[in-house]
């Protein structure tokens, strides 16, 4: 499966913005899928899961409460709504897909990656 990312962009602190993956392939609801988010200097760090039908979800603790992760598999879309945006939430977010998955946090588990796309929160 090929991912991309996109929906990234400029914001100000307390605002919201949703990403959104688009996946190819037909069998997109066989993967499990996730958010991943790499700040400058640090690693990459897991954000949210969810499984193939959406309806077991996992976060972060940072992200609790003000993202959700959500799937359409008819589109083969993933999505990212994320509210109360913090200057600590800027990172490159990647969306990742993991084949006959549950909802993973461990980045190993992943075989697929989008190229990431950039969020930009202003303090």
């Known amino acids: 499966v090929q991912l991309q990312a996109s929906g990234g962009g400029l914001v100000q602190g307390g605002g919201s913005l949703t990403l959104s993956c688009r996946a190819s392939?037909?069998?997109?609801?066989?993967?499990?899928m996730a958010w991943f988010r790499q700040a400058p200097g640090k690693e990459r760090e897991f954000v949210a899961a969810?499984?193939?039908?959406?309806?077991?979800?996992y976060y972060a603790d940072f992200a609790k409460g003000r993202f959700t992760i959500s799937r359409d598999n008819a589109k083969n879309m993933v999505y990212l709504q994320m509210n109360s945006l913090k200057s600590e939430d800027t990172a490159v977010y990647y969306c990742?897909?993991?084949?006959?998955?549950?909802?993973?946090?461990?980045?190993?588990?992943?075989?697929?990656w989008g190229q990431g796309t950039q969020v930009t929160v202003s303090s």
């Open positions: 990742a897909a993991e084949y006959m998955g549950t909802w993973s946090a461990q980045i190993y588990e992943y075989e697929y």
């Open positions: 392939g037909r069998t997109f609801s066989r993967y499990a």
């Open positions: 969810l499984n193939w039908n959406g309806l077991n979800t």
